[in-house]
Every structure is written in C-alpha cells, then in structure tokens.
C-alpha cells in the first residue's frame, strides 16, 4: 500500500546554481549543462538525467526516469554564478582547466564569456600554493554579510526565483572542530571577532545556510559539517551535505570493498596512488591540504569492512594512500590500487586497478544531481543534514552519533528509497516469499506458456 506523498512545492521558476570555486570542475559542468541545452550534450553519469526508478515489483513493469517521477527543475531553468580567487570568465577558466577543447566549448562560448566570478574569500593559511589576485578585504564577519550580499544581489539580477549552493572551491588544509565551532552562538562571535579557526569555505557555508539556501560540499574541508552550522541549517530549515565529490578511486574503494565484505574474503594491505596535474593536484602539493584528502580517501574502508565484527579478516590490514602532483598529466588523472586479499586457508591473490579517468568529467553530473537534489529537499521540506545523498561523498556528513555509510550499493537504494518515500511510494528492499511462492502474495502465478501449434508439414516429394 503506497504512503502519503510529501507536499512538495513546484520546481517552477529559474533555479540559481552558485559555486565557489570556478576552475575546472565547474567550468566543465556549466559548459555541459550549456551544451545540453542545446541538445549538444549527452548528461553521461548524471542519475537525474538518466537513470530509471522500479516502483513496486519487478512484474509491475513501472520503471519512470527518475526526472519524470519527482519534480526536479529542468536544465533548461538553470541559472549560474560563483566567486573565484582569479578573474577569469568560465570560458577562460575551461580552456586554461583544459578539460574540454576549444572545438567543444565554440558552441557555448558566448554564454560561458558571460559568467564572470564575484571575488572570492581567501585565507592563504588555508590554501598554500595558490595566490589570489580576485577577492575580498575584511573581517570574517565583514566577509560573511559581503557573500550574502553578493547571492542576494546576484539572485535579484538574474531573476532567480530559487538558489542552491555546491562548494567547488579548492581543498583546504585539514583542521578539527574546536569550541569555536560547537554552536551557533560560539560560531557568530568567532566570525565577528576573526578567527583564524574560521576558514573561507566555512564563510561560504554560513553565508548560504543563514538565507535558507541549500548547501553541498564538494572537497574535504569541514565546512558545514559542524555542530554550528548543522544548528544553524535546522534553524533556517535548509538542507546541507557534503563531503567531497566521489569520483575516482575512491568510488572503486566502495564497489570493491564491499566485494570483499560480502564473499568473507580477508584484506591484508591497500596501496593507493594517484597523479594528477590540474590546479587540484597543485593544491594537494601542500602536505596540509593533502591531509584533508588524505583523511576522507582512507576512511572509507574501516566503515565498510567493519572490523569490529570480522576481526580476522580485517582488523590489521595496512592501508596507503599517496597523491603526487604532476603537472603534464593536467585533468586525466590516473589512480594505481594494489589490493593484497586472501581466501580459502589464508592463501593470498591480488587485484590490481589502473584507473585512468577524468577528475572533472565524473565529477560534473554530481554537480548537477547535487543541485537538482538540493532543491528537491528545500521544496519538499527536508532541513539538515541529507545522508539519502551520501551517494555522492567520500565522506558522508552524517549525525554525529551515527557512523557514514559507505557501501556505493547501499548509499543507492537509500538515495533512490528516499525518492519513493517522497512520492508515497513503497520502499524497495529486494525481498518477498511471493516471488517463490504466490500463495503468499496477492499476485497469482503466471500460467505456463501454452505449447506452440504444430507447423502442418509440407508433404515431401517422392523421389524420383
């Protein structure tokens, strides 16, 4: 029996799409969202452009496009706009990323020239090998009223009648959550008196969350995921998420390991290595930047092996993981796994990964579907923290006395579970004895085929 839909507002309107950080991956998502609306891209990765929902049983038959089962905005109604630390339009950003090529981005370059960034926040602390020619002057607090300024006059400008906030910006050096970041209370005295515990991505974060604008996290740093700005999203009503976009090898982490898991296959050691040449790789360069990406790249395995319960199998096993910036490789970074597991009588095998893939091109539909989800939410409701889109993070934000769920298979049927619940639909969990037996389920056995009819043959001509 189908529950009582959520009263979801409609996805009328221009939906404004904000991004800190204008480099390569947001670059290369608005160019294709720009494509796309010109019916010269194909959305390949994106869940909400592509992929189908089951509702009910498999013999029902009911498999919609998820775009045409919950009222999502259309590409066509997107608006979008962002800081950066440079002054570089999004068609200069594109051809200096590299991701696509100049004969890509002709078809959409008038409208990518009419992005210009607004001037960034920027703390050098937090971001060592970059240097800022394009941002802001003043206090963390002068700062915050400046973003919000700058989103509430963007959105006026651009007759925007919804906005949501991805974070694309840089990977800032790795930190832990002080007093300053325990409550609300706590967090605004801090932006007023300029703490340096206080980072630009958290000004962004705060900025967004205080004028009701749904906010993801797309890199490591804490951002939203603190006591202060979770209190803060509860109190506006606004949904948040994060942490940063799972693309490459650490997508593989969450397929193969819980291939491992759920064949009891033992885990002695997981070398990982990437190299990378894009202004991301130059910022991992800094030893405390790279902590950040380091923390949310290894703590994906300890979750989904659950050592506690599987001592023997997984509770000592070495885990390495290396990012080297190397410069000729540009966005087409390539990640090297060497994965030492053991069977039957504890004899050892090996799996090996060579995955040569395009950071910003598997990132791009994340994007895309965090900001369509984003927006979902906000009309449907939905505040704080959204875990239904764990889906797209290494490290899933999630409640403070709950572990993140890693599992990719996992994260998907929740995504795709909270969708049904929205619509009031019946949750899917690939169970029910009536597919075995149908005495137990209201659908009869389907009848056995009836038999062909015999083919008259044709008589066979008498030899001669």
Not at 39 to 62: A, D, F, M, N, W
Not at 117 to 132: E, R
Not at 252 to 258: F, L
Request: aromatic fraction near 8%; hydrophobic fraction near 40%; charged fraction near 25%.
């Amino acid at each position: 029996m189908n529950k009582t839909p959520a009263k979801i507002q409609p996805a009328a309107g221009r939906l404004g799409v904000l991004l800190p950080g204008m480099g390569a991956v947001t670059s290369t998502f608005i160019a294709g969202v720009e494509l796309m609306k010109k019916g010269q891209g194909r959305p390949v990765g994106s869940l909400t452009q592509l992929q189908t929902i089951r509702l009910g049983k498999r013999y029902e038959g009911r498999n919609p496009l998820i775009r045409d089962f919950v009222p999502l905005a259309k590409p066509e109604d997107l608006v979008f706009g962002g800081w950066d630390l440079f002054a570089d339009n999004v068609y200069e950003a594109a051809l200096k990323a590299g991701v696509l090529t100049p004969e890509q981005l002709a078809p959409v370059k008038r409208e990518l020239e009419a992005i210009v960034p607004m001037p960034a926040v920027f703390d050098q602390d937090y971001v060592k090998n970059l240097h800022a020619t394009h941002a802001k002057e003043g206090t963390r607090w002068e700062l915050a009223q400046q973003v919000m300024e700058d989103i509430e006059g963007w959105q006026k400008k651009n007759r925007c009648d919804r906005v949501v906030m991805v974070w694309c910006g840089s990977t800032e050096v790795s930190t832990e959550p002080t007093a300053v970041h325990g409550s609300l209370e706590a967090f605004e005295e801090a932006l007023k008196d300029d703490s340096k515990e206080i980072p630009p991505s958290m000004i962004y974060a705060y900025a967004a969350i205080k004028l009701g604008i749904p906010y993801a996290n797309g890199a490591p740093n804490l951002s939203a995921d603190v006591p202060a700005l979770v209190e803060l999203a509860e109190q506006t009503r606004t949904p948040i998420a994060g942490k940063d976009f799972k693309t490459g090898q650490t997508m593989m982490k969450t397929v193969i390991g819980p291939a491992l898991k759920t064949r009891m296959l033992g885990l002695n050691g997981w070398y990982s290595t990437n190299i990378l040449g894009n202004r991301d790789g130059e910022v991992l360069d800094d030893p405390g930047s790279f902590r950040s990406k380091e923390k949310t790249k290894t703590s994906v395995l300890d979750t989904i092996l659950e050592a506690q319960l599987y001592p023997d199998l997984y509770s000592k096993f070495a885990h390495k993981v290396r990012i080297d910036y190397y410069p000729p490789r540009g966005d087409a970074k390539e990640g090297w796994d060497n994965i030492d597991i053991f069977g039957w009588l504890g004899m050892p095998m090996q799996i090996k990964i060579n995955f040569l893939c395009r950071d910003s091109i598997l990132a791009a539909p994340l994007v895309l579907d965090l900001a369509l989800f984003l927006d979902l939410a906000k009309r449907s409701g939905l505040s704080g923290i959204q875990e239904w889109l764990s889906f797209y993070f290494k490290a899933p934000q999630c409640r403070p006395d709950l572990k993140p769920e890693h599992d990719l298979f996992t994260q998907h049927l929740k995504l795709k579970n909270t969708l049904r619940l929205l619509m009031g639909e019946e949750t899917l969990d690939h169970s029910g004895l009536d597919y075995y037996d149908p005495r137990r389920g209201a659908v009869p056995a389907a009848p056995p085929p009836k038999p062909a009819k015999a083919k008259a043959k044709k008589p066979v001509a008498a030899a001669r």
